[in-house]
């Protein structure tokens, strides 16, 4: 009966395994790339290819490496090196043009290497599984695998060229084998939970938080065990711990190829650790030298966890149709509440009661089922970087276990409590199938669902620019419509690839290079991005030159998260950014005259805009106009003095430097 009973549950995992892996896989084939993806498929390919780790440097390799294997074959076009450019610069618009030029809008390569990506979701299944099957039983297992095959959260990036899936998967491994080693020591266990963290650390950098969940797994195992024991038990975990980071740190520098240059000989990286680390505080930037002198990390791993630090410290956030200049504490707790289904919370209030009123017992294995994610969860709400759900992947898996032990547990004790039980998994499926095949943008029911999401959420937990395909079908049913596109990864992705042939309209994201000049008003359709309508990237909402649009019903909306309005559409604020913009790029270019002439036109046509002043008073510089450029430059001075407290330090010294330079002379 036993070796029956272990047939047909090995039976039911493989079966949600395939699932699984049908789910993730229908959904991506109908997503067009997503923001992040051709940065991270061209640097993987480079790495294979030349041994560049100094494309992309903000992410390890592992994740790369393992979805470009599959195109490893093929005989693929490179762009040539951007020389003296920013290794972001440099990686995304390469990455671009080298999926333009050898994929286009087919996605034959995008699809070889999500399908590799898709590893690394099933190995998260898996792990998670037998993890909840050693620490609570069968059934525990098979309800946890269940919750997370379906949970829409983990199939929205299961098979996305990113990170996060992966980071999630050698956590769960990690923690797991390190359980196996504290409860049995032996060699190969030691061998295995240090193979898992460097799996960890070369996936993601956040997996440096492995190290306090061990610390506080060996202070809970010293703890418990009898007083005769402990110091035995605390110098064997302890001992294992040193050995454990040495040997995990061995894996991460295989994953360099045991390099510590970030880029090949003849090659220059565009920055140094040192420079790099510059801006960070006194101490943060000196472990980091001090760490890249001793060549103890690879430079391109110690430049990404620099970047991961810099990039926290003023990256705007926008929760609840509000638009902030730094992070939010209460950020995660609010996503965790709006993101995650209603069936799973109330399995983890579930768990939580059984665990309070002892009904779930093994306090050994509910440790080390909760310290992590709590720990995880703290750091998440401190780090600053607040931009979608996807970053909690780590800590949901760690709850489904939890939910799933409690449910499990509390469904063998009566008929009530395995309905009640029953209900709440079905729930949690059937609400993730709802929004099914479009998982990003969903919503429990009581936040509004999908169509509400853009109102509370934005980025990578609504939209990640991946409807382009079906922003296509939308303009091939409306083939004599003129259209107007803001869309989220421009210029990062070219909507043109997969024949768009809307006019672009400018982004955020779009000053580095302008979109060409738009009308102040416009007769067709405009469509708008979740994230451009948010003007989640902007320092401050007041500068979302969408704003006016929050308050108009779309006549259409594509995936939840593209806008459709249509009719003869008053645009001047966007049409003066996009003068703006362009004027900037003329600037760049030497073209002076031609740039003041923007900038003027774009000041005309909103002349309360800190964008368009700012511009007008970089052209009147460039052009040796020093009284009109003072002039425009003590006006955006004026307006950037209005914006929230926290927006201010994004203009304001800026325009005082150049204010303070002209009067200078400079």
Known sequence: MTNHRQKYL?????????????LALTIVHRESLTFDEGDHMFAGYMMWKAGDYGLNPEHPPLAKLLATIPILSNSLWIPPPKHNQFFKAEAYLNGRDWLARNDGDRQ????????SAELLALGLCLFLFLAAREWFGDAAGLVALALVVFDPNVLAHSALVTTDIGV??????AIWTFYRFATRPTFIRLLLVSLATGLLLATKHSGILIGPMFISLIAWEVLKA???????????????????????????WAFYGFRYTARPAGMAFSTSVTGYAEPLSHFDSAVVVAVSRLHLLPESYLVGLVDVKLMSIA?????????YPHGLWYYFPLVILIKTTLGLLLLFVLATFATVTGKLKRH??????????????????????????RHLLPMYAFVIIFAAAAAAKLAGTNRRWMILCAVLIVAHIVSSLLVFPNEIAYANE???????????LSDASVDWAQQLLQVKQWQDQHPDQECWFAYFARPVIDPGVYGIRCHALPTYDTQWGGVGLVPPSVTGAVLISAGDLSGCEWPSGQLNPYRSFQSRHPDLTIDYAVFVYQGTLAIPEISALASAQQSHALLAKGQSEPALALAREAVATSPDNLITQTALGDAAAATGDKQMAETAWQAALKIAQH??????????PDLESKIKGLSAGK
């Open 446 to 456: 009581a936040s509004g669902g999908p169509r509400n999401v853009h109102n509370l």
């Open 226 to 252: 009898p007083g005769a024991e402990r110091k035995r038990v605390a110098l064997r975990l302890t001992g294992g711990f040193f050995a454990i980071v040495v040997l995990s740190v061995f894996v991460l």
């Open 643 to 652: 914006l929230e407290p926290g927006a201010q330090p994004s203009y304001i």
């Open 168 to 173: 999630s998967c050698f956590f769960v491994a």
């Open 10 to 22: 090995w039976l039911a995992a493989v079966a949600l395994l395939v699932i699984q892996a049908a």
């Open 108 to 115: 034959h390569l995008v699809f070889e290497m999500r399908v």
């Open 364 to 389: 050994r294995e509910l440790f080390y089922c909760l310290a992590p994610p709590i720990i995880y969860l703290a750091v998440a709400m401190m780090s600053g970087m607040n931009i979608g759900a």
């Open 315 to 323: 990256y705007p956030t926008f929760l609840l149709g509000k638009v």
